[in-house]
């Protein structure tokens, strides 16, 4: 079984990260700060299977320790984290 974006904006959210999907025309989106709240910010144009590899990168930037995750999406973050 494939991890979904919907598995990752779990992971997400348990970090209270903010995911949203806006019109980038020439970015393909990342992670930042805005005021107090972190975000990941995806371009909604890309396919799916590039959301997932991208939104799995950026959290890999961030510390999921007493974050309940499955082995199958730490794997795909740990993965992706290896492609940065």
Do not use: W
Not at 50 to 78: P, Y
């Amino acid at each position: 079984m494939k991890v979904t974006l919907d598995d990752l904006e779990q992971v997400a959210q348990a970090l209270a990260i903010r995911v949203s999907y806006d019109d980038l025309k020439t970015s393909r989106g990342g992670a930042c700060r805005v005021k107090e709240t972190r975000r990941i910010i995806i371009n909604k144009h890309l396919p799916a299977a590039e959301k997932v590899n991208l939104l799995a990168r950026e959290l890999s930037a961030f510390d999921l320790e007493g974050v309940k995750v499955s082995d199958k999406i730490l794997k795909k973050i740990h993965h992706e984290a290896e492609r940065r």
